[in-house]
C-alpha cells in the first residue's frame, strides 16, 4: 500500500511581509518550501508528494521542484488552508482507500525523519494520527477585557504540529462531510476529523522543538540559527 504526502504551501504569508509568500524565502541554501518537500522526498517510506500552492504560484513551484523525483505534481490550492487540504486529499482519490496519506505545512521546514516514521508506523493501527509537543511554560487564558481569568492545568494541553496522518477514506470522508456543514471551519485536518468523525480516535506522536513553523521574520532567523546548529 502506498504512502503519500500533500504539502500545502498556498498561504500568502501575509503575517510574514515581503514580496513573495514565505515559503520561497530562503533558509541557507534552498527555500522554505524545498526544505519541507527533501524531508519527506528523502524519506525511504515515503512514495510520491503531491503540493498545493497558491494558483499563481504554480508554474514558478514546478521549476523549483523539478529535481525532487516523487513529487508527482504542483496543484492550485484553495481560498483557505482546508480547501488546499482537499485539493491534496483529491489529488490522490483514485488511490486504493488503505493508501496512507500525511498532510504538512510547507511552512514547518524541519520536520524530521523520524517524526514522519513515527505518524507512518502509527497509521498501521489508527486511521488518523496527530503530532504534538508538550508545553513548558505556565498557560494562562484571558477574557475579554485581556486580563487574566484562569490557569489551565498544561499537563492535559499539547501544541500540535505536522505532518498529521490518515487513512485516505477517513480523511476524504471527515472532509465530505463537513463540507455540509455551513458553519464549518477549520485550522488543521485531525481537527476536521475530531468534530465530524467522532467514531475516530485520533492518535498522538511526539512532536520535537525544532519541528517549528516559519510565521514570522523572528521565526525566520530562528530557522537559520536551527541550520547553523546542524
Known amino acids: 500500500m502506498k504512502v503519500v504526502a500533500a504539502i500545502l504551501a498556498g498561504g500568502t504569508g501575509s503575517r510574514f511581509g515581503g514580496d513573495l509568500p514565505k515559503q520561497f524565502e530562503k533558509i541557507g541554501e534552498r527555500t522554505i518550501l524545498e526544505h519541507s518537500v527533501a524531508a519527506f522526498d528523502d524519506h525511504p517510506q515515503i512514495d510520491e508528494i503531491v503540493v498545493v500552492i497558491h494558483q499563481g504560484h504554480v508554474e514558478h513551484t514546478q521549476k523549483l521542484l523539478s529535481g525532487f523525483s516523487k513529487v508527482k505534481a504542483v496543484i492550485p ?4 488552508r482546508s480547501r488546499s487540504s482537499f485539493a ?22 524541519f520536520v524530521s525523519e523520524k517524526i514522519i516514521k513515527d505518524v507512518i508506523n502509527a497509521l498501521d493501527t489508527h486511521n488518523a494520527v496527530n503530532v504534538a509537543v508538550s508545553i513548558p511554560d505556565t498557560v494562562i487564558e484571558i477574557d475579554s477585557a ?11 494541553l499539547k501544541l500540535v504540529q505536522t ?21 464549518f471551519i477549520a485550522t488543521d485536518d485531525c481537527g476536521v ?38
Do not use: C, W
Open 193 to 230: 476529523v475530531f468534530k465530524y468523525l467522532k467514531e475516530v480516535s485520533i492518535f498522538i506522536v511526539e512532536g520535537e522543538r525544532e519541528n517549528i513553523k516559519i510565521t514570522t521574520r523572528s521565526d525566520l532567523d530562528l530557522g537559520r540559527n536551527f541550520l547553523i546548529d546542524k
Open 88 to 109: 491534496g486529499i483529491n489529488f490522490f482519490k483514485e488511490y486504493h482507500v488503505d493508501t496512507k496519506i500525511l498532510i504538512h505545512d510547507a511552512a514547518r521546514p
Open 163 to 183: 505532518p498529521q496522518g490518515f487513512i485516505l477514506s477517513v480523511i476524504k470522508k471527515a472532509y465530505e462531510t463537513a463540507y455540509k456543514d455551513p458553519a
Open 77 to 80: 490550492g484553495g481560498q483557505t
Open 146 to 156: 485581556g486580563k487574566m481569568k484562569n490557569i489551565p492545568d498544561r499537563s492535559s
